[in-house]
């Protein structure tokens, strides 16, 4: 078996225009490239074809004044490793590979601003890891194509930085974190297949995810702690599912959308104010459910057109809350649940039905609050269950065979 290692060390002084250059080119099985730089504007090019090989480039060596460090690794065959460390300013990593049971890895610390990592794998059971650290206008680029891949990417103390991953293919999955004195962060997460898995994490404010999926059976999930922040979700396909959660903040949105059928989605906002939930879906047998834990001036919008569908929003210890639902079809049910204890005061609730054979039902505690359901069809049905003080309650029905029961303590 054929082994062949190649140690390059480059070592540049701080002159203003100093460079340095490497270029390694390797062809066969067990091959080890290891590159060391240190001064300004490194440059490193590694090149491998086969199998078992492996990459290892360190620039900067925790000199945050290191400045444009670049470095561009390919790799073509199985099983294949590269990895980049790279300290400084300006800094920007390569990385492809085209194969099966590949592994790239990259990290960008002790720098300023600036930096970029970019990432690309074909092929199947491939595994590709970005890090950056305290710096501010990061950026990371992951693509994948193939089955069972697995892409992770983390900002720490990044502000202004982004993250995007996108996946084609079976059996996939991304996971994303923007953590630490970070403000206006983004992630956007894309797949297109089936069984994919998309997991985005947020820890400070002026935050936003956008997650998008098209196909079967997908999941994903986004999470926010702070003020300001949106996760967006949208999914195509079938028997897909997607979830959010917000955690002790104020002013934060979820939008979820899906189209298509047997999908669900689930939206939850714990302890904040001026907080909104909004959920849609189209076509039939779907599921929406949405919470609202503790808080003030909170929103839920829920819209469902086609038949079979299911809605249910939940609001609990807050006052001047308010939810919205909509449906549009037949065999629809709604359910509006606001407060658990006598404090709960001045929420609303409205549901609109059209349709034939749809269910909606209302369930309020509290003082000043306000129901108000309309439905339009034949064989609807709506209930409403008011316990407390100074309540108020409208019930519409227009066409045939409608029941409604309106019961005040």
């Known amino acids: 078996m054929k082994k062949a290692i190649l140690i390059l060390a480059v070592f540049g002084t701080a002159f203003c225009y100093a460079q340095s250059v490497n270029n390694v080119t390797q062809t066969g099985v067990n091959n080890v490239a290891d590159a060391a730089q240190t001064g300004l504007n490194k440059y490193s090019y590694v090149v491998q074809e086969g199998d078992d090989n492996k990459v290892k480039v360190r620039q900067g060596f925790g000199d945050a004044a290191s400045i444009n460090e670049y470095s561009n690794v390919t790799q073509k065959g199985n099983k294949n490793t590269s990895e980049v460390v790279q300290d400084g300013t300006k800094d920007r990593v390569y990385q492809l590979q085209n194969g099966n049971e590949n592994t790239l890895d990259a990290k960008q610390a002790v720098g300023v601003s600036e930096n970029l990592i970019n990432q690309r794998q074909y092929g199947g059971k491939n595994n590709a890891t970005a890090l950056q650290e ?41 996971y994303a974190l923007q953590s630490g004195e970070l403000e206006n962060g983004t992630i956007y997460q894309y797949q297109n297949g089936t069984k994919n898995r998309a997991y985005a994490k947020g820890y400070d404010d002026s935050h936003y995810i956008r997650q998008v999926q098209y196909g079967k059976y997908n999941y994903a999930f986004g999470h926010d702690t702070g003020i300001v922040n949106r996760i967006d ?27 298509g059928n047997e999908n669900k989605a689930n939206g939850y906002q714990n302890r904040g104010s001026f907080n909104s939930i909004e959920q849609v879906q189209r076509v039939y047998k779907n599921k929406a459910e949405a919470n609202q834990v503790a808080g003030v001036s909170n929103k839920i919008k829920q819209l469902q057109s086609g038949s079979q569908n ?8 807050g006052r001047a809350n308010s939810i919205e639902q909509v449906q549009y079809g037949n065999l629809n049910i709604a359910r509006a649940i606001q407060g658990s204890d006598k404090l709960t005061a001045g929420t609303k609730a409205i549901q609109y039905q059209r349709g034939v054979r749809n269910v909606s039902s209302m369930t309020q505690d509290g003082i000043l609050n306000y129901g108000r359901s309309q439905q339009i069809g034949t064989a609807n049905s709506h209930s409403l269950l008011q316990n407390g003080n100074l309540l108020s309650s409208t019930s519409i029905q227009t066409g045939t065979g409608n029941v409604a029961i309106i019961s005040m303590f």
């Open 233 to 259: 979700q949208y999914q195509s396909g079938e028997r897909n599912n997607a979830g959010a959660y917000h955690f002790l903040g104020r002013r934060n949105n979820i939008v979820q959308n899906q189209i």
């Open 310 to 317: 299911n809605v249910v929003g939940k609001q609990y210890f």
């Open 134 to 174: 305290k710096s501010k206008r990061n950026k990371i680029y992951q693509y994948q194509r193939g089955t069972s891949n697995n892409a992770n990417a983390k900002q720490e103390k990044a502000t202004t930085s982004s993250i995007s991953q996108t996946q084609f293919g079976l059996s996939n999955e991304v």
